[in-house]
């Protein structure tokens, strides 16, 4: 699935390249409130000679746009020996999650018998469109086996399940009853999923040390984590440990680098494509205003930096539509966000856009009704990490209606919407019959996004040649497509070897109704899948290079 739609993506953009050469010639805080300002090259679109900054690690305005009306459309393959499969039922669904992991074992199998994918004699991992990975660096007592035993298969996670992000410790709760489901049934090739889960509250400087024991005592196969700071933390410790930490419970933008941190994946939207989808809102939406006053609330870390700078990149490309942007930032632990909601009042902003996580996107949504700001704002925002109705919106009562989210295309388990989805039901049910409070939309993320992610490469990589190994599981990652079941309808998931190192590239646009308790998508999608620039990201200059 999708497959084919890759490739033709990949020539299309080598294609783009060689015009381009031609021409030119050639989710998240720590402990700390120190902060450093923190998108590979992008594709011919994103290079006009009067761009100041390059869109890397997020898509440009123009993809954005050419996604909307449908002119970045690929040729698609049709499967015309696919069976039908009744989607309307969890049976259905299941069967058409086998037909898709079957023709990527297939594919991937082939490749690898004809010599062209897998580890090589010379110790090298290869895939499609050169990705490589040079195991022959990897540490003397590595293995490719690491964490995998006769009955089981041994994941690390840290996660914070207490300090002032301690409700997305829930992911980790609803991931691992989804793993209880796949374990009652039959397991990743007859293994069950152990999964080790540490709090690291969310500090970074202890996410290094349960890193350190996850490896040297915890024999784990591999490792997510969860958090910006955290993640780029330990990062380049699992890529020299050669450690697969797949899927990070995150969305900044260093995660699009499958040439230097290639066992390190995200998988949910770009924050980068995120600040761009913002002021593409504003540039729709707004015209009769522009150019506007823009405010954003910032968690004062790598996390929220991410959206800082990409949207100060976008304000500063594009003075038509924005004519200031203030952002203020806030203390990641403090307890309230007053003062500094009180500092965006007084500049009068024409859009309110909330650029953190947590507890503090409640705190937002509170403190902009009390000071008056969402009666004069045109539009107020809040971030795609905090799309969960039960978490994040019903708390604050009427005071989140009408708020506006670029929520990357996820489903919300407890959204009104999709009380009749029959993954939603499976997602409710089945949280429920493992004793857990169907209502924590939190959980619903982890079983439901995560869980399900997770599971389906390990299923994939376990039926390639020499069964679930490390390398096999990269493999079967990089070179992953499929429907997800809990993205709307015309978003893609999958990502596609060294050129493609995003999963999820498109969103919804949707307005909160608080008396229905549901987000109601207001017009068309944005997908633009394998149109993101990687993102060789450079800490000390804030920025992709």
Known sequence: M???RNLLRLLAILFAFAMVAAACGSSDDDDSSSSSSESASA????????????????????????????????????????????????????????????????????????????????????????????LNECPADWSDTGGVTADSVRIGHTTAQSGNLAAYGNIAVGWDSYNNYVNENGGIGGRDIELIVKDDAYVAAQTIEFIDELIESENVFMIVTLGSPNTLAVYDTLNSECVPQPFVQTGHPAWGDPEIHPWTSGMIMSYSTEAVLWGTWIKNNLADQLPVKVAGLVMDNDFGL?????????????????????????????????????????????????????????????????????????????????????????????????????????KDSQDANYTDDPYMKFINETLESDGLDQTVSLYGVGFGDYGWSYNEVLRVAAELPGGLSRTNFILALRTFSGKHPKLLDGIEFGAWGASDGYFVEGSDFSQFDATNQSWVQVGDLVDANGLSPNCRWDKDNGGCR
């Open 43 to 134: 594709t011919a679109e994103d290079h006009s000679d009067d761009d100041d900054h390059e869109t890397g690690g997020g898509l440009s305005q123009d993809a954005v746009e050419k996604a909307v009306s449908g002119d970045d459309e690929a040729e698609q393959e049709v499967d015309e020996d696919a069976p039908t499969f009744d989607t309307s039922t969890i049976e259905g669904l299941e069967a058409s999650w086998t037909y898709n992991r079957e023709k990527l074992v297939a594919m991937i199998t082939e490749k690898m018998e004809a010599g062209e994918w897998g580890v090589g004699d010379d110790g090298i991992l290869r895939g499609p469109t050169g990705f490589e990975i040079d």
């Open 2 to 4: 999708g497959i084919r």
């Open 306 to 410: 991410a959206y800082e700078l990409g949207f100060e990149a976008y304000a500063e490309d594009n003075p038509d539509i924005v004519a200031e942007y203030l952002p203020v930032r806030h203390d990641p632990a403090a307890p309230t966000v007053t003062n500094e909601v009180t500092t965006i009042a007084a500049f009068d902003p024409d859009v309110f856009i909330s650029m953190t996580a947590g507890n503090p996107c409640l705190l937002a949504i509170q403190e902009v009704e009390a000071s008056g700001l969402l009666d004069s704002v045109s539009a107020a925002f809040t971030p795609s990490v905090c799309v969960g109705i039960a978490a994040y919106m019903t708390p604050a009562g009427m005071a989140a209606d009408g708020w506006w989210i670029a929520g990357g295309g996820w």
